[in-house]
C-alpha cells in the first residue's frame, strides 16, 4: 500500500513539474506581461530564482514608473543574488536603491547590494581591485545604516576583506624576503615593504609576523652590505629587534630573534673597538 502510494505521489510531481514547465514555456514566448508578472511572483515565493529571473528581466523595463516597478526591481535584484550571479545582483541592487531610495526595501538592498560585491572578492594572492570596490560599498552601508539589523554581518565582511588585504600586502614583503635569500637586492624593497605594511596596519593580526620578518631582512641586509654601510645598517636590524621585542615580548619567534641577535652584536663589536 506504500509503495503504491509513493508511486503515486511520484507520478503527480511529476506532472505538476511538467505541468509547471509548460506553463512557464508559454508564459515565457507570449507578449502578456500581467501573466509574466503572476507567474514571476509564483516561482519567487516557491524558490525558483532562475525561471523568475529570466520573467523579470523580460517585464522590468515594462514597469518602471508603475506602482509595481519598486517590488519587480527588488525580485530582479535578489533573483540576481539568489542564483549566484553577484555582477548583476550588485548593479540591480544599486539601481533599485537609486530608484526607490525611500523603500522599505532599502535597507536591504543596500546590504545585499553590499554583499554581492563581498562574494566577488577574490583569494588574497589575486588582484583585489572588487576587494576594494566591496570595502567601499560595505563602509557606506555601515555609514548610511548604522542601526540596521544587518550591522553585525557587514562589520564582520568588512574585517575579513581587511585582514584579506593586509595578508597580500604582507605576503608580498614577505616575498621579498624568501627572495632575498638568494638576491641580496631584494632586502631593501623587503624591508621597506615591511615598513609600509606596520605602518599602514597597526592593528593587524599579521603585525608580530610583520616586525619578526623586518628585523630577519634587515640582519640579512646588514650582514651582506660594503663596509662602509655595515654599522649603520647593523644598528637599525637591532632597532628592528628591540621594537618586536617591546610590542610582543613573548613572540613565537623569540627564540630565533634572539639567536639572531647575537649575530648582530658580535659584529657590533667589531666597530666598538
Not at 235 to 249: H, I, L, R
Amino acid at each position: 500500500m506504500f509503495l503504491k502510494m509513493k508511486r503515486l505521489f511520484s507520478f503527480l510531481l511529476l506532472v505538476a513539474i511538467l505541468s509547471s514547465c509548460s506553463e512557464y514555456q508559454k508564459v515565457l514566448k507570449n507578449e502578456d506581461v500581467k501573466a509574466k508578472y503572476d507567474l514571476a511572483e509564483k516561482f519567487y515565493d516557491a524558490g525558483d530564482f532562475k525561471r523568475a529571473n529570466r520573467l523579470l528581466e523580460q517585464i522590468a523595463p515594462k514597469y518602471i514608473g508603475k506602482p509595481q516597478g519598486e517590488r519587480v526591481m527588488y525580485f530582479l535584484a535578489d533573483s540576481y543574488f539568489q542564483t549566484k550571479d553577484y555582477n548583476m545582483a550588485g548593479y540591480q541592487f544599486e539601481r533599485f536603491l537609486k530608484s526607490y531610495p525611500k523603500s522599505d526595501k532599502a535597507v536591504e538592498a543596500g546590504f545585499y547590494g553590499a554583499k554581492s560585491y563581498y562574494m566577488l572578492s577574490p583569494k588574497y594572492s589575486l588582484d583585489q581591485t572588487d576587494t576594494d570596490k566591496a570595502l567601499i560599498k560595505l563602509q557606506n552601508f555601515i555609514n548610511t545604516y548604522p542601526e540596521s539589523e544587518f550591522l553585525v554581518e557587514a562589520n564582520i565582511m568588512a574585517r575579513e576583506l581587511t585582514t584579506k588585504k593586509e595578508r597580500k600586502s604582507y605576503e608580498i614583503a614577505k616575498q621579498f624576503n624568501t627572495i632575498g635569500e638568494f638576491d641580496y637586492t631584494f632586502l631593501t624593497p623587503a624591508v621597506t615593504a615591511f615598513d609600509n605594511f606596520i605602518s599602514d596596519n597597526p592593528g593587524s593580526v599579521y603585525r608580530e609576523d610583520a616586525l619578526y620578518y623586518k628585523f630577519d631582512a634587515s640582519t640579512n641586509l646588514a650582514l651582506n652590505s660594503f663596509d662602509y654601510l655595515k654599522k649603520d645598517r647593523l644598528n637599525d636590524a637591532k632597532a628592528a629587534y628591540m621594537t618586536f621585542k617591546k610590542y610582543f615580548p613573548e613572540s613565537k619567534y623569540l627564540k630565533d630573534a634572539n639567536k639572531t641577535l647575537e649575530k648582530v652584536e658580535k659584529e657590533l663589536e667589531i666597530y666598538s673597538k
